[in-house]
């Protein structure tokens, strides 16, 4: 069986609109020890991340405190909206889950962000078998993911998660198949 831990990262700053480099909050940082301290004694072989700041921030502590590298995925980067920021960010979500293929003229849709998301862990479940591994991650990513074995998690389950910062889900899987998943919001 292969534990894997996706953790959501911690609390970005906002005010910082580039992606891309978007730290984490005072209280991020501080959150992120949380995250050391729920995944220290989980037999951590490898730690993958999305390529953003916030999400390499949130499990950099815990990489540290193992001495392991974090590998970066390119593929499990967040959704992107388009090149412009959004103002009325509920509504464009709920267009986004209501049409899995809706996106703004220079975004993506979730169902982009679902198959390159799925493919790279497709990948690592194949490659880290019966391991325990991190993914550093993001809310939107995190939900297309869960979609994907779960068609029930939809927009609702997308709005429940979306304040927990950081948040953990664990999934254990046989193969490429889900046997079991557990939330942790620290």
Same mark, same amino acid.
């Given at each position: 069986? *292969?534990?894997v831990?996706? =953790?959501r990262?911690?609390?970005?700053n906002f005010?910082?609109?580039?992606?891309?480099?978007?730290? %984490? @909050?005072?209280?991020?940082?501080r959150?992120? #020890?949380?995250? *050391?301290?729920? /995944?220290?004694?989980?037999n951590? @072989?490898?730690?993958?991340?999305s390529?953003?700041?916030?999400?390499?921030?949130t =499990?950099k502590d815990?990489?540290q405190? %193992? +001495?392991? +590298?974090i590998?970066i995925? &390119?593929?499990?980067?967040?959704?992107k909206i388009?090149n412009?920021?959004?103002e009325?960010?509920? &509504?464009?979500?709920?267009?986004q889950?209501?049409?899995?293929?809706y996106?703004l003229?220079?975004?993506?849709?979730? #169902?982009?962000?679902?198959?390159?998301?799925?493919k790279?862990?497709q990948?690592?479940?194949?490659?880290?078998? +019966?391991?325990n591994? =991190?993914?550093? *991650?993001?809310? @939107?990513?995190l939900s *297309?993911? /869960?979609?994907?074995y779960?068609?029930?998690?939809g927009?609702s389950?997308?709005?429940?998660?979306?304040?927990?910062?950081?948040?953990i889900?664990? =999934?254990?899987f %046989?193969g490429q198949?889900?046997?079991?998943?557990?939330?942790?919001? /620290?």
């Amino acid at each position: 069986m *292969t534990k894997v831990y996706f =953790v959501r990262h911690a609390k970005p700053n906002f005010q910082i609109q580039e992606d891309l480099v978007r730290p %984490l @909050t005072e209280e991020g940082i501080r959150d992120s #020890r949380k995250v *050391t301290e729920y /995944l220290i004694d989980k037999n951590i @072989t490898k730690i993958f991340s999305s390529p953003y700041k916030r999400s390499m921030d949130t =499990v950099k502590d815990f990489a540290q405190s %193992l +001495n392991l +590298n974090i590998e970066i995925i &390119e593929d499990f980067r967040e959704r992107k909206i388009d090149n412009v920021w959004i103002e009325d960010f509920e &509504e464009f979500c709920q267009k986004q889950w209501k049409d899995f293929d809706y996106k703004l003229s220079e975004g993506e849709s979730l #169902r982009e962000v679902q198959s390159r998301n799925i493919k790279a862990l497709q990948s690592i479940l194949k490659d880290h078998e +019966n391991q325990n591994i =991190v993914i550093g *991650t993001h809310g @939107t990513a995190l939900s *297309t993911i /869960l979609n994907h074995y779960n068609d029930k998690f939809g927009y609702s389950e997308f709005q429940r998660i979306k304040n927990f910062m950081p948040f953990i889900v664990c =999934v254990d899987f %046989l193969g490429q198949e889900v046997i079991k998943v557990e939330e942790f919001n /620290l």
